[in-house]
């Protein structure tokens, strides 16, 4: 069994520290923050071993070079979609599974957010790491890829168990909610979940981790095969990929 700490840094970044007990192994997904990074392994106790990166944005590197040279981590991070990750020591695509405290470590190329995004699922833990692909509610905006190739990414995510836990890089949550309700009013199980993480957020407690089952039922990302949404866009005959960015542009603008 894995222990996890989530942390918060910067305005809204989640990072998080994965610990296996037998082996001592850590692993840090995303360095944006060094100092918040360094408080969460001094509050846990845990050594740092291995650092995960998920795409280049500076939310999620800027605190890189720092806790690798403080930790001697081994860093790993995307192979494709750009030029490499100052730091990274070995590039991973998806044929490029790798080993954590004895668990497979299976890699995700996402993108859409940026060409580079980097998931982490590990399939033993029903764990996945989705960076800025896929957020509570929401999910990455369109920087350097296009609608279709964020709906391709989102699908293969979605092809995951739906007890798949999902931790994501931000806490967007409330505001998602905001979003999924206007293209998706009359979803009570989105009603519900909307009031649930406004109250959470009240109490100052995190919406993350999210699970797969729950997504399916308010993203409205993962939802553009939906008759309600459709009826609200007024788009019956179109793709799914046609209604995923219809809904992409519509967050765009709200
Ligand atoms: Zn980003
Ligand atoms: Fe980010």
Redesign the pocket.
Known sequence: MLEIHQFPYGDDNYGVLLHCHNSGETAMVDAGDADAGEQALARTGWPLSQIWIT?H?G??TMGLAALKAAHNAHVIGPATGGKPVAGVDQQVDESAHFAFASREVRVLTTPG??LDMTNFYLPSEKLVFT??TLFAMGC?RL?EGDAPMMWASLNKLMALPDDTTIYC?HEYTVGNATFALSVDPNNQTLIDRAQQVTDLRIAGESTVPTIMSLEKATNPFLRAGDPGIRSILEMPNDSDAEVFAEIRRRKDNF
């Open positions: 795409h944005h939310d999620h957010h940026t960076g800025d990455g920087f890089s």
